[in-house]
């Protein structure tokens, strides 16, 4: 029952009565694991570039810059890097004073290769009235992080990655978000020189990173020769959802409220559903480099993108024979192939089709969003798996998979997990427009039972908390789906701070 507070709040998030049911209702009856087929590999499902290949798709994007085109570098960067600092928060709190982790005197040894080094020596000097080494030398250790950490240093605990300083340069230091504005300088910018960069951002660090970019956009727009338009967004609250309890009823709080989370990252594709582009390039805001490490990043970025325009173009060029009603039953052939071989779609009742429910089957295949997305060979890192799944509609079809749509308890689906030589590193190049240029609606092509239910706690009590589909997932789950082996200089994430002691990030 739904007090008069409850209605209230549920309409300053914009969610319907109708869709906290549906939520709820989640709860109760679970979410149905994916029907996997086989994991996708170089043999099958994946695309190997050769050299030749590589040198073809670039120019094919070199040619498509040259166009009256929009392109978009779209980053998620609303996430907090407290899990970046897990291990030094752990330390702060531990009972013993000195390094004692490998991760600690790791830390501690190499302090002085961090990007941060000398904003950290600065507070420590205006904190404590000492610099780093002297601390060092006392064995204040603890002081050390809690200036780097903390409210009274440099915060690092509190923001989000973009806003930290992650490599050094000899003309000065680049926060992660800078990386991203000279990356979109090197493969999206269009023939007036028009980079378009845009950031999911938390609410409350908004501001923030827009007094970042006032202040450094001229700088990279000088170097480069570009013109910059950066916008940012935030989750909408409409995507919150709602916590339950062990009965699966609504979660309240200790003062009688409505618990609702964030929804996850598969919230942002409404974030990508109100973007105005031809082209987006999707990537994670820790995954940069300094410029010496860039180039097998912009090739590859480049190769991406001229895959998935080469694509489109055919599927606009079978979408106008189809509409033209002038087609050969060898040419309908055709566009099976191309659907089989190239986009990976499978189902084996279209031969029992007609050729006019043949036509129909086809288009309604190709009239939808494409992605086309870098794998790289598994490493131990975690991430989504490429592999075949069966849709709703019984086609079979390329997905990005996480481990929790799988059901593990089933030996044959654990062992195709298991056989996966290859992981979603979140490298993504999409289309979002049909042919005569009118934008999808992205959200038509969400695969609503593919969230899931994780355990959590509030105030000392156990909920249940819903994630919906996630935006390289379910949210994604009903688009033209094409994968590109890439190689690992591609993927250099920063999961946690030593990570930038790596000598892809010095």
């Known amino acids: 029952m739904l007090t008069a507070n409850d209605q209230q709040l549920l309409s300053e998030k914009g969610i319907s009565e109708e869709q906290l049911k549906e939520q709820l209702a989640c709860f109760a009856k679970g979410f149905a694991f994916l029907d996997v087929k086989a994991s996708?590999?170089?043999?099958?499902?994946?695309?190997?570039?050769?050299?030749?290949?590589?040198?073809?798709?670039?120019?094919?994007?070199?040619?498509?810059?040259?166009?009256?085109?929009?392109?978009?570098?779209?980053?998620?960067?609303?996430?907090?890097?407290?899990?970046?600092?897990?291990?030094?928060?752990?330390?702060?709190?531990?009972?013993?004073?000195?390094?004692?982790?490998?991760?600690?005197?790791?830390?501690?040894?190499?302090?002085?290769?961090?990007?941060?080094?000398?904003?950290?020596?600065?507070?420590?000097?205006?904190?404590?009235?000492?610099?780093?080494?002297?601390?060092?030398?006392?064995?204040?250790?603890?002081?050390?992080?809690?200036?780097?950490?903390?409210?009274?240093?440099?915060?690092?605990?509190?923001?989000?990655?973009?806003?930290?300083?992650?490599?050094?340069?000899?003309?000065?230091?680049?926060?992660?978000?800078?990386?991203?504005?000279?990356?979109?300088?090197?493969?999206?910018?269009?023939?007036?020189?028009?980079?378009?960069?845009?950031?999911?951002?938390?609410?409350?660090?908004?501001?923030?990173?827009e007094t970042l970019v006032n202040e450094k956009k001229s700088l990279y727009e000088q170097k480069f020769g570009v013109t910059y338009y950066i916008s940012f967004s935030n989750q909408q609250s409409s995507t919150d959802t709602i916590a339950a309890d062990k009965d699966n009823q609504p979660f309240r709080n200790a003062d009688g409220s409505l618990l609702f989370r964030?929804?996850?990252?598969?919230?942002?594709?409404?974030?990508?559903?109100?973007?105005?582009?031809?082209?987006?390039?999707?990537?994670?805001?820790?995954?940069?480099?300094?410029?010496?490490?860039?180039?097998?990043?912009?090739?590859?970025?480049?190769?991406?993108?001229?895959?998935?325009?080469?694509?489109?173009?055919?599927?606009?060029?079978?979408?106008?024979?189809?509409?033209?009603?002038?087609?050969?039953?060898?040419?309908?052939?055709?566009?099976?192939?191309?659907?089989?071989?190239?986009?990976?779609?499978?189902?084996?009742?279209?031969?029992?089709?007609?050729?006019?429910?043949?036509?129909?089957?086809?288009?309604?295949?190709?009239?939808?969003?494409?992605?086309?997305?870098?794998?790289?060979?598994?490493?131990?890192?975690?991430?989504?798996?490429?592999?075949?799944?069966?849709?709703p509609d019984g086609t079979v079809s390329l997905q990005i998979l996480e481990s929790s749509q799988i059901d593990m308890s089933d030996p044959a689906k654990k062992a195709l997990f298991e056989q996966g030589t290859h992981f979603n590193p979140v490298d993504l190049v999409c289309a979002l427009k049909d042919l005569e240029g009118n934008k999808y609606n992205l959200p038509d092509f969400v695969d609503k039972n593919t969230g899931f239910i994780s355990q959590k706690s509030k105030d000392g009590r156990e909920l249940k908390a819903l994630e919906l589909p996630g935006l390289w997932n379910g949210a994604m789950s009903d688009w033209n789906t094409v994968f590109v082996e890439v190689p690992i200089e591609t993927f250099n994430p920063v999961k946690t701070v030593n990570d930038l002691l790596r000598p892809e990030h010095q």
Not at 111 to 139: M, Q, T, V
């Open 262 to 391: 964030p929804g996850g990252h598969g919230a942002l594709i409404g974030n990508l559903n109100q973007m105005e582009a031809d082209v987006v390039f999707i990537k994670n805001i820790d995954n940069v480099v300094p410029d010496h490490f860039k180039d097998a990043t912009v090739t590859y970025k480049k190769v991406l993108a001229g895959i998935l325009v080469s694509l489109q173009q055919k599927i606009f060029s079978y979408l106008e024979l189809i509409d033209s009603g002038d087609y050969t039953h060898a040419q309908v052939e055709e566009m099976i192939y191309f659907l089989q071989d190239e986009l990976c779609i499978k189902n084996p009742e279209t031969r029992l089709l007609e050729d006019v429910e043949l036509v129909l089957y086809i288009k309604r295949k190709l009239m939808r969003p494409l992605r086309v997305c870098g794998m790289v060979r598994n490493v131990g890192e975690p991430g989504g798996g490429p592999f075949f799944a069966v849709n």
């Open 40 to 209: 996708a590999s170089v043999q099958k499902g994946i695309q190997a570039i050769s050299e030749e290949e590589k040198d073809h798709y670039i120019n094919i994007w070199e040619d498509y810059l040259n166009q009256d085109k929009t392109i978009l570098k779209f980053v998620p960067a609303s996430g907090a890097a407290s899990r970046m600092f897990k291990d030094l928060f752990e330390f702060l709190s531990a009972s013993y004073e000195t390094p004692s982790t490998a991760f600690e005197k790791k830390f501690f040894d190499e302090i002085k290769h961090f990007a941060f080094f000398d904003a950290l020596n600065d507070k420590c000097r205006e904190n404590e009235g000492k610099d780093i080494p002297a601390l060092l030398s006392e064995n204040k250790y603890k002081s050390i992080v809690s200036n780097l950490l903390e409210e009274k240093g440099l915060r690092y605990g509190l923001l989000p990655k973009g806003l930290l300083l992650f490599h050094s340069y000899p003309e000065g230091i680049r926060t992660a978000a800078e990386e991203h504005l000279v990356e979109g300088a090197l493969y999206t910018k269009n023939k007036t020189n028009d980079v378009h960069i845009h950031l999911t951002v938390s609410p409350e660090h908004q501001v923030l990173f």
